[in-house]
């Protein structure tokens, strides 16, 4: 069944006025429960925006959200309540810590929302244990931890709403390399466990073609591509052609086979590449 | 919605006035606001609105801006005229109860009510057609005699300078903090006033973080590029009078002796 369906959404800014711009154009696409949805496009294609219409932080100017098959400005009042479903962590999440410790700053998201205490604590600790952060880092204050604690504590705090759908916009961005897959497979076990939609927008194709189920690739506010992160990087061409590049080593094989390698398309990992390379080698008798 | 808020009403243009080099508006700005204020008949006040009406249409910036400026004091205008209507002296011309209405009480009304416009109107003139750094810009050069009384001229305007570039990025992140923090359930529109301020702390303490955040960094910015106050640091842009800033000057000169002459010459009417 979808749990999110999006129905000729678009979102224009600044209507009259000269600086009218349309951000989103009539974007339409159904998701089902427990899919994971990469989302990617150029600076400026309309991703954060699209991702703000999905909890209605933004009212599209048409088109509808819905979220288990109801509009969710069926109540414009209520419009809150749809913020605890569709949990949304954005960009520098680091940003947005206020509370004195760790603890309460994870519990705010919850305690809004309206659990009892003894719930909260139990949410705001297994929302820590998804993200890895130690029990002793929750009496901490938010401010003194470093900066990947600072978006683990963050990122926590959307969690321990309990979301059924997770946006995260560009969680990684700013982290080492060890931080980013560390947190990735963090998000990917939480997952796994929890069985909930997963949203992400990211720059990084090689995190978005590991994780995806489907992509959606945004340009100019439009919906131009949407399926599986195979079939979508077996298109260079059309993919660079909006600014955006496939994976290094989907790139590296692609040349391979161009110059006569005998290899097959959509290789998306060097886990992946290294199995088919090998493979041909045995064929070939060179190993 | 932070977004709405126009601060620094600049609109950039080509017009005459645009132009002008800022310290030059600036004196010139002053001497018009003495000039309003020493009218005393209708012939001298006839002189001084025509000119601010001159001024503006050569400001290249749409009237529908001037009127936007006056609607926000219009309820000002309408008290003080009101006000000095009953304030007059003479002959009664309307008596009722205590109050009386008199010819030169009219003419107070009259008065205050275009000086106050005129007031408005040229004011507007100079941040509509100045950015915010040529104006601190131009403070810094007017007020460098100060030094001599050991004022910081330059550090307050560097000050200045800074807090006005910092304005739209802190509206910026008031924005996101909101979004943000609106996503996490923050109900910052109902409830009463205490509830409402209270609401506020998980916006202000992250925009505050981030407000010292960017002024270290910034500190550390202007220190790299070996920034150490006003002594012997060269401007890139000079400002520089031109014919246009002449020509304006010998515009307002004549504004000023037609005042005096005016004054002078017709009996004053208040």
């Given at each position: ?57 933004i009212k599209p100017t048409s088109g509808q959200v819905l979220l ?163 079939n979508i990087f077996a298109q260079v061409e059309k993919i660079e ?47 | ?148 009384f050991h004022i910081k001229v330059h550090e307050i305007a560097m ?112």
């Amino acid at each position: 069944m979808s749990i999110i369906e999006v129905k000729n959404l678009s979102f224009v800014y600044g209507i009259d006025t000269p600086f009218e711009k349309k951000a989103v154009e009539d974007v339409s696409l159904s998701v089902d429960e427990g899919e994971v949805i990469g989302l990617i496009g150029h600076t400026g294609s309309g991703k954060s925006t699209f991702v703000q219409m999905l909890n209605g932080l933004i009212k599209p100017t048409s088109g509808q959200v819905l979220l288990a098959g109801r509009d969710i400005w069926e109540k414009p009042k209520e419009i809150r309540n749809i913020r605890f479903k569709v949990g949304m962590v954005f960009q520098y999440p680091e940003y947005q810590l206020f509370d004195d410790t760790v603890y309460k700053d994870i519990s705010f998201g919850p305690r809004n929302k309206g659990y009892s205490e003894k719930e909260i604590d139990e949410k705001v600790r297994n929302a820590a244990r998804f993200v890895g952060l130690s029990e002793r880092l929750l009496k901490e204050s938010p401010f003194d931890l470093s900066g990947g604690e600072k978006r683990r504590a963050a990122i926590a705090g959307i969690i321990a709403m309990d979301p059924d759908v997770l946006v995260l916009d560009e969680p990684t961005a700013g982290l080492d390399p060890k931080g980013k897959n560390l947190l990735l497979a963090q998000i990917m076990q939480y997952h796994k466990q929890r069985k909930n939609t997963i949203f992400i927008v990211s720059h990084s194709m090689e995190d978005i073609s590991r994780i995806a189920d489907r992509v959606m690739v945004m340009n100019k506010g439009r919906l131009e591509m949407l399926d599986t992160p195979r079939n979508i990087f077996a298109q260079v061409e059309k993919i660079e052609s909006m600014g955006l590049r496939v994976p290094q080593i989907t790139k590296i094989m692609m040349t391979l086979k161009e110059r006569g390698v005998n290899l097959p398309d959509g290789i998306l990992t060097v886990e992946q590449a290294f199995f088919e390379v090998v493979n041909l080698l045995k064929k070939e008798g060179k190993i | 919605m932070t977004r709405d808020i126009a601060l620094g009403q600049f609109i950039p243009g080509k017009g005459v006035i645009h132009k002008m080099d800022a310290r030059v508006k600036i004196l010139l700005l002053i001497a018009f606001i003495v000039l309003i204020f020493c009218t005393f008949n209708f012939i001298s006040l006839g002189l001084i609105t025509a000119s601010v009406v001159a001024v503006i249409l050569l400001s290249d910036i749409p009237f529908k801006m001037y009127l936007k400026s006056l609607k926000v004091i219009i309820l000002i205008i309408v008290i003080t005229s009101l006000l000095n209507i009953f304030y007059g002296s003479g002959e009664p011309l309307v008596q009722f109860w205590i109050f009386k209405i008199t010819l030169s009480g009219i003419y107070r009304a009259v008065f205050v009510t275009v000086r106050i416009v005129c007031l408005i109107l040229i004011s507007s003139c100079l941040t509509f057609t100045t950015s915010p750094t040529d104006l601190t810009d131009a403070i810094e050069r007017l007020m460098k005699p100060l030094k001599i009384f050991h004022i910081k001229v330059h550090e307050i305007a560097m000050m200045m300078t800074i807090a006005l570039r910092f304005v739209p990025t802190l509206l910026e992140e008031t924005d996101k903090i909101m979004a943000a923090q609106k996503a996490r359930g923050a109900d910052m529109e109902s409830g009463g006033m205490i509830k409402k301020i209270k609401a506020m702390t998980p916006v202000l303490i992250p925009l505050f973080v981030s407000a010292f955040r960017r002024a270290y960094d910034l500190a550390v910015a202007m220190e790299c590029r070996c920034y150490q106050g006003g002594d012997g640091r060269t401007r890139m842009k000079i400002l520089k009078m031109k014919k246009l800033d002449w020509f304006c000057v010998a515009f307002t000169a004549l504004v000023l002796i037609g005042v005096i002459l005016c004054n002078i010459f017709f009996p004053a009417a208040i």
